[in-house]
């Protein structure tokens, strides 16, 4: 599954699901990375963050609009009621886009991909867990073996190299 590390939203199928946003879409490697969850303002974001709060979802708010008290004399815009990004990590967007179904007044893009989002956190423990399994002992083992390997490979070409010109130069 990919997503804009810049702005933080999933990309679904191959389309380009937001626009203005031109960052390269990259993929997701791990359980924890931050996604955006959903934009929400006013009462449904204090409503959110308490709920995300209340079930213990780590969640962080970022700023869509530039914030300070310069921002809010120019522009107008209250900072605390303007329109925040909600992040919350990758393994807890099932949990958290429950809750904000629970919101009416807020979009939920996120619930109609749910399946291919759960599948991916589930991939993404098993390969999580997969390279826990395997021992510190064994991890250095391989390393040393493959290091090795390449060492003698490249002997092989040196070697190899050196035998064909002596025999180039033989015919001469």
């Given amino acids: ?14 389309t380009m699901p937001f626009d203005g946003c031109k960052h ?4 997701i490697e791990d359980i924890n990375e931050p996604v955006r969850l959903c934009i929400a303002g006013g009462t449904e974001r204090a409503m959110l963050t308490g709920m995300l709060k209340d079930a213990e979802i780590p969640y962080v708010e970022e700023n869509i609009q530039p914030q300070g008290v310069a921002n809010e004399i ?5 900072v605390k009621l303007s329109n925040i990004s909600v992040v919350v990590p990758f393994s807890a967007l099932p949990k958290a886009s429950e809750l904000l179904s629970a919101i009416e007044t807020l979009n939920n893009e996120i619930e109609p991909h749910m399946d291919e ?3 991916a956190i589930e991939k993404l423990k098993a390969e999580k867990e997969e390279a826990k399994q395997m021992k510190p ?6 390393k040393v073996i493959t290091a090795l390997l390449f060492l003698a490979a490249v002997a092989l070409v040196v070697f190899g190299t050196d035998a064909i010109t002596s025999w180039i130069k ?3």
């Fill in 1 to 14: 599954m990919k997503y804009c590390k810049v702005c933080k939203r999933l990309c679904f199928g191959d």
């Fill in 24 to 27: 390269k879409l990259r993929e």
């Fill in 74 to 78: 120019v522009t107008g815009y209250d």
């Fill in 117 to 119: 989002i759960k599948a």
């Fill in 137 to 142: 002992a064994l991890r250095t083992t391989i």
């Fill in 170 to 172: 033989g015919l001469f």
